[in-house]
């Protein structure tokens, strides 16, 4: 597993703490790394609001299953950079800046998506977690189902797409 973690947006802590799949994940991906603006927005945004999902990203956090990573000067400035060229939002900036050419990142957001594979990182939905899980043998395919469905639930997935990677967890040769 990854011992730094994946960088993920604040939309993807969000959705595995409506869907208490937060142990899930990491038995997918491993460690989820989050930058600065990722925790502003998904925590200390959401306690201003009274959001119930706070109380489990901050567990997630004690547990290890999610990391705060400051980012350096030059990390910053690449954030800074992204968000100004491409117009997103500074949680998907940093997210993106924290990636590696090749890497892997977790983002649900539609520009970020496109983003990211302009700048050679491979983007991941949440919702394709349980894919992940199942495909590299940490999830059982019953496991990754009842994920698929809960996430797909959180996310509010079109029931066709949640279907069609229900279909590719099946299929999936153990």
């Known amino acids: 597993m990854e011992k730094v973690g994946l960088p993920a947006d604040a939309s993807t802590l969000i959705y595995l703490a409506k869907a208490e799949a937060f142990e899930m994940a990491w038995r997918c991906v491993g460690r989820l790394t989050i ?9 200390e945004a959401g306690e201003r609001r009274g959001a119930v999902e706070v109380a489990r990203i901050r567990w997630a956090h004690e547990k290890g299953l999610v990391i705060r990573v400051p980012l350096s000067s030059s990390t910053a400035r690449r954030a800074r950079e992204i968000a100004d ?10 997210v993106l800046a924290l990636g590696r050419r ?20 491979v983007p991941i ?24 469905h809960r996430v797909a639930s959180a996310t509010g997935a079109r029931a066709d797409v949640t279907f ?3 279909q590719l967890i099946r299929r999936n040769p153990r």
């Open 125 to 148: 939905s949440t919702l394709l977690l349980p894919v992940l899980g199942a495909t590299r043998g940490r999830l059982t395919e019953r496991s990754a189902i009842a994920m698929l």
């Open 164 to 166: 069609l990677l229900e």
């Open 35 to 43: 930058p600065p603006s990722v925790w502003r927005e998904s925590v």
């Open 85 to 94: 060229r491409f117009l997103l939002g500074s949680g998907e900036s940093e």
């Open 102 to 121: 090749g890497g892997r990142v977790i983002v649900d957001e539609g520009r970020a998506t496109r983003v990211a594979e302009s700048l050679g990182l």
